[in-house]
């Protein structure tokens, strides 16, 4: 059973920065993309970040510049940089893994910004 388990989130200030990890188990397949996506409160999920197994990578505009991600494929493992993280960035984050009609969602990691 395929599995995404994600690690890192937490409570920082204004400014702090955080490292999200997601590791996918129960599989030696390699997804052509695994990215990061938020949900915050009464709003939509939105993409945060992704990238192709090529290292091929897209970014909301709003973490542009802020944030980083990067994969280990060997690891089958993604992994979010936040910097200069802003209260509007407080949201739960889920790790997505994706190939063609499989699609897979972890957890969710709460990622909370305080002024």
């Known amino acids: 059973q395929v599995q ?3 690690s890192g ?4 200030q204004t400014g702090g920065s955080l490292r999200l990890s997601c590791v ?6 390699s997804f052509n993309v695994m990215g990061w996506y938020r949900q915050a409160p009464g709003k939509q999920r939105e993409l945060v970040a992704r990238i192709t ?3 091929s990578t897209n970014y909301a505009d709003s973490v542009k510049g802020r944030f980083t991600i990067s994969r280990d494929n060997t690891k089958n493992m993604v992994t ?3 910097n200069s993280l802003k209260p509007e960035d407080t949201a739960v984050y889920y790790c997505n ?3 063609v009609l ?3 969602w972890g957890q969710g ?3 909370t910004i305080s002024s």
Do not use: K, P, R
Not at 9 to 12: A, D, H, K, Q
């Open 9 to 12: 989130g937490g409570l920082v």
């Open 53 to 55: 197994s090529g290292g």
């Open 24 to 29: 996918v188990s129960g599989t030696i397949f």
């Open 80 to 82: 979010l940089q936040m």
């Open 102 to 104: 499989l699609n897979y």
């Open 4 to 6: 995404l388990v994600e």
């Open 109 to 111: 990691t709460q990622v």
């Open 97 to 99: 893994a994706n190939h």
